[in-house]
């Protein structure tokens, strides 16, 4: 059984991520998460943290494959600096257990941002510059698929993007 959070995001993303009294959890596809992503910028709140791991499905292959290096994570704190965030994005961009790594600390900062506890304005602004982001990674992230799963042509219209999201 899967629980929902207190407060207004850990709500809304529970809503739109569970179904059959949180029995069973929806991955959103593209359109979905950016329904949620509006949702969840006019909720005018900040959560702990949003996790945001995206995945490819493919159909007509049978295979899966996630993109743990464009994980979007957002996190609150009570305080941080400059270097703290520098080296969050670092620790973020360099992970032990991954077969891909990104080395863009310009598209990092995107993915990993941190922001104060109830700094709704910078909350905001870091789910935006996301959302605006996916048209940048979505393309990178279908040439990797199409190169780890050796898709072809014909096997293009059974994929599709999903996100799995969590927060707390």
């Not at 704190?77 to 670092?90: N, P």
Request: hydrophobic share 35%; charged share 30%.
């Amino acid at each position: 059984m899967i629980k929902k959070g207190k407060g207004k995001i850990n709500e809304i993303i529970y809503n739109n991520t569970v179904y059959y009294n949180g029995k069973y959890r929806y991955y959103p596809t593209i359109s979905d998460l950016n329904h949620i992503l509006d949702e969840i910028i006019s909720s005018n709140s900040t959560t702990e943290y949003i996790r945001i791991t995206p995945f490819y499905i493919n159909e007509q292959v049978n295979m899966q494959i996630e993109f743990e290096e464009f994980m979007f994570y957002i996190e609150c704190r009570d305080w941080f600096d400059e270097k703290i965030q520098e080296m969050h994005i670092i620790e973020c961009l360099d992970p032990i257990d991954q077969q891909r790594t990104l080395n863009d600390l310009r598209l990092g900062a995107i993915l990993y941002p941190l922001c104060k506890n109830n700094d709704v304005d910078s909350y905001q602004k870091a789910l935006k510059k996301y959302k605006e982001s996916l048209r940048e990674i979505l393309p990178k992230m279908m040439e990797i698929a199409k190169s780890e799963m050796e898709l072809k042509e014909e096997h293009l219209p059974f994929g599709y993007f999903c996100f799995e999201i969590h927060s707390e």
